[in-house]
């Protein structure tokens, strides 16, 4: 099993050569910037498992790490903290295999709306359970230092983009991106769609389950409308749309590329930052579908012969 | 059990329904005739709210004014985002699929831009303003002139709509397109016309909506979104593109949140919304409503 | 090697199949006649499990095909094309075939040994393996369309208007392929086509159907001088 550089050895070098560095800066700034691009790397690379390659876009992935988070929440105190964590990562894939029983036979827009209706419902489920609970927001006070959760984070992107490397290579890979060019063709042709599809989703929720309980952890407490924010979703979708969610490439450097719009304008200019993303968003899916990542490939490759999705 | 059976909860309902029916027209007529998945609908209902409010509180105006003031915005802004983005990407030879996705995602930047220029414009602060707030008796019922007056604008437009497409040229052409776009073009429909007016009258009637809604709701940049997952539920239960059904789904659901809340409590008025929403998708997504192709 | 049992396929009111029954012997040429909306597609859609039938059964050999998800029929042994082609448009031909051989029945007979490079060239593609599907004519996507078929070693090919829009020249070609996959890797197959000429110089059965019903079966010459097919399908009084 060869290494395709740009595709697959370029991201996993930008995420570890990142993470070794960004502590070098000595500052806890850098450690929190870094925090935060891993964290939306793990999101964006657990995203593009289910939308980038089998093409079922998810307008609500918040969802996973809403719910990681609260279950980080509910068992803070109980079990040991990194367990928690676990166990929302656990919690979180499971709800995924639930829920996408009936979720993965929706299709096309359908499945799309559907993604951003159920983590609104999911939000306002917490949002009554914590008030029947008579709890408004939670601190969690003695979380670990920036630092070990740094390392955590890091590690998670890592994961993240490795297991968009692997997958691509596996039958379910190849599989996945079938369904997404021709869903009943890809039946025909044998693929388990079904099952691939649950498969992938249930996938895709795991990272974000962990990364939402580090989320909490970083910030001490827990508010529903924060860890269920629609506004994650949108996030990664952007992120994926920009770099190109074809292969681990994409996410990285769409991560990269908002983390730093971000620092330059969300702490003072909020509104600006999001009507930025629109407009990106907007121009990326009119001017260039394949985001940064499909600019760079066809900027390598001159023929008239274009590459398909270099399938292993 | 006695406000279940009165009268007071029943005109809420056909109230909100009515409200519902309307919003649901103008994004199923964008829908049914183009396929664009518009989910900056609510948006423009928000944009219309802001309109009523300023042409109240600053020239005392009347909403009833305001909303045609309303409708004629979101109508120009409706027509500047056709000619700017979607009609080429309609007149290209794109995939239905594709063009779904991409509009999907196209009026998902909309959103985020037109919430975000508004809360830039008149910040995040939730407003409200009393107008029409004197109450009409009907027999037991008394409700203020500004929900009567939301009850009657959106029923008459709503159903004065379905007529139109019914009864004139026009409308029947927007239905032909609704039925089957390629045939549309070879009977000699002028396609882009009747979409551009599908498309400018969708966001006209959210504009018009939202400024009847902001007398009494409270407006923000993002009180939106809600509106836009009723309509797709109620789209999606009265069957894509189709009208008249939309207008009964409106009604349905609006008795159903107004009678599920009433039975429960407000807090759950959100769960109630999207869990409908999700069981309708689930339960009855495209392939059981479109009329089966055989492959 | 396939039967057909009693199969019925209604949607809402209209009945689509009603009550069709026959047989495919092994390494069969079968062909399917009929207008449009006869019920060709459909009976296709229901062997390859893409529409569960209202009533009735299919079977592959001692293998009950009714009620299996499509990707089981296909690893019974049973492939098919689209008449309107799926190729899958964003991935290169070598790609689309290669899906098709990861998959696919994973029961390949030492007839049906194909490597990837083997197929490419049985279908005269081997120039186009690195273009992507969606740019080739549609007279190319159709021979993708035959070879990620047969990529899945397939028993059974279902071919579902292979021939329409294509030249005399390429129809040609096109027979000649297709006896070739019989005599040359052993499969049958079930042909459904509307250019007449092709479909009698190949077949050795033809099934008639007319609106649903099956209204006669034959040889070729015997399809050709009955009368219920040349009142209902030849136009002839």
Redesign the interface.
């Known amino acids: 099993m060869s290494l395709n550089f740009s595709r697959d050895a370029l991201p996993l070098l930008l995420v570890a050569v990142g993470a070794l560095c960004l502590p070098l800066l000595g500052n806890d700034y850098y450690l929190g910037v870094g925090f935060t691009l891993f964290g939306w790397v793990a999101l964006a690379q657990s995203w593009t498992l289910v939308s980038g390659l089998a093409g079922y876009?998810s307008?609500g992935h918040v969802v996973f790490a809403g719910i990681g988070g609260y279950l980080l929440v509910l068992t803070w105190g109980a079990v040991p903290i990194w367990l928690g964590a676990i166990v929302g990562a656990v919690g979180a894939g499971l709800f995924a295999l639930l829920v996408g029983l009936?979720?993965m036979?929706?299709?096309?827009?359908?499945f799309?709306?559907?993604t951003f209706?159920?983590a609104?419902?999911a939000k306002?489920?917490v949002?009554?359970i914590e008030?029947v609970l008579g709890k408004f927001s939670r601190l969690l006070l003695g979380g670990p230092a920036l630092q070990d959760l740094y390392w955590v984070m890091a590690a998670l992107a890592l994961v993240g983009t490795f297991s968009v490397v692997v997958v691509r290579r596996l039958r379910l890979g190849a599989g996945l991106i079938a369904i997404r060019e021709d869903e009943?063709a890809a039946g025909t042709l044998g693929v388990p769609t079904m099952r691939f599809k649950l498969i992938a989703f249930a996938l895709s929720a795991l990272l974000p389950g962990l990364v939402g309980a580090m989320f909490v952890l970083r910030t001490g407490y827990f508010e529903p409308l924060q860890a269920f924010d629609?506004i994650i979703s949108?996030t990664i979708?952007t992120m994926a749309?920009i770099g190109g969610s074809e292969d681990a490439r994409g996410p990285v450097l769409g991560a990269i590329f908002l983390v730093l719009l971000s620092e330059l304008l969300w702490s003072n200019f909020p509104?600006?930052y999001?009507?930025i993303?629109?407009?990106?968003?907007?121009g990326f899916?009119?001017f260039a579908?394949n985001g940064v990542s499909g600019l760079l490939d066809r900027l390598a490759s001159r023929s008239l012969q274009r590459p398909g999705v270099g399938l292993v | 059990m006695d406000i279940l059976l009165s009268g007071q909860l029943l005109i809420a309902a056909l109230i909100i329904g009515s409200i519902y029916g309307l919003v649901a027209l103008g994004l199923n007529l964008i829908y049914g005739t183009m396929r664009l998945?518009n989910?900056a609908y609510g948006d423009l209902v928000m944009i219309g709210g802001y309109v009523g409010y300023w042409l109240f509180t600053l020239a005392a105006i009347s909403p009833i004014i305001a909303m045609l003031v309303a409708g004629v915005l979101t109508g120009l802004l409706g027509a500047a985002l056709y000619f700017g983005?979607f009609r080429r990407?309609l007149s290209g030879r794109q995939s239905i699929?594709r063009i779904?996705?991409?509009s999907?995602?196209?009026f998902?930047?909309?959103?985020?831009?037109i919430?975000?220029?508004t809360?830039?414009a008149f910040s995040a602060t939730p407003r409200t303003y009393n107008a029409l707030d004197s109450l009409v008796q009907i027999g037991e019922i008394s409700i203020t002139q500004s929900r009567m007056a939301a009850l009657l604008v959106c029923l008459g437009l709503s159903i004065f709509i379905v007529f139109f497409l019914r009864l004139s040229p026009l409308g029947l052409s927007i239905r032909a397109l609704i039925q089957n776009r390629t045939a549309s073009q070879i009977v000699g429909i002028d396609v882009n016309r009747v979409q551009l007016f599908a498309f400018v009258t969708g966001f006209a009637l959210a504009g018009l909506a939202g400024a009847l809604i902001g007398v009494t709701e409270q407006i923000s940049p993002f009180m939106g979104?809600p509106f836009t997952?009723v309509a797709?539920v109620v789209i999606?239960l009265g069957g894509l593109g189709n009208l008249a059904g939309g207008l009964l789904a409106g009604m349905l659901l609006g008795i159903i949140e107004t009678y599920g809340v009433a039975l429960t409590s407000a807090?759950?008025r959100?769960?109630l919304i999207?869990?409908v929403?999700?069981l309708v998708?689930?339960l009855r997504?495209?392939g059981l409503l479109q009329k089966?192709r055989?492959? | 090697m396939l039967k057909v049992n009693r199969i019925s396929k209604s949607?809402g009111g209209i009945r689509?199949l009603s009550n069709i029954s026959f047989k495919v012997p092994e390494r069969a040429i079968f062909g399917i006649m009929g207008a449009n909306g006869a019920g060709k597609?459909?009976l296709f859609?229901v062997i390859a499990g893409?529409?569960l039938p209202t009533s009735g059964e299919v079977w592959l050999n001692e293998r009950r095909l009714t009620g299996l998800a499509p990707h089981h029929v296909a690893s019974a042994g049973v492939a098919r094309t689209?008449q309107i082609v799926r190729p899958f448009r964003g991935l290169t031909v070598q790609e689309n075939i290669r899906i098709a051989f990861s998959f696919g029945s994973g029961n390949r007979s030492e007839a049906n040994q194909l490597s990837e490079t083997d197929l490419l060239s049985f279908m005269g593609m081997e120039r186009f393996a690195n273009y992507l599907a969606g740019d080739l004519t549609l007279s190319q996507q159709k021979r993708l369309e035959m070879a990620r078929a047969l990529a899945t070693a397939p028993q059974m090919l279902l071919l579902d208007e292979v021939m329409a829009g294509l030249t005399a020249t390429e129809v040609q070609d096109l027979i000649e392929m297709i006896r070739k996959m019989r005599a040359e890797l052993g499969i049958t197959v079930m042909i459904i086509e509307h250019v007449m000429g092709a479909l009698m110089t190949l077949s050795d059965q033809i099934m008639v159907l007319d609106h649903g019903q099956k209204i006669a079966e034959g040889t070729p010459s015997s399809i050709a001088q009955n009368p219920d097919v040349q009142s209902a399908y030849l136009g002839v009084a």
């Open positions: 876009i307008l009936p979720v036979r929706v299709r096309g827009p359908y799309v709306i559907l209706g159920l609104e419902f306002y489920v949002i009554n008030s009943t629609p949108f979708v749309i509104q600006v999001m009507v993303l629109g407009v990106l968003l907007i899916v009119l579908p | 998945l989910i983005l990407q699929e779904e996705a991409n999907l995602l196209i998902f930047g909309i959103s985020i831009i919430q975000n220029v809360a830039l979104f997952i797709f999606i807090n759950l959100s769960i999207y869990g929403f999700i998708l689930v997504p495209e089966r055989m492959t | 949607f689509a597609t459909t859609a893409n529409q689209f």
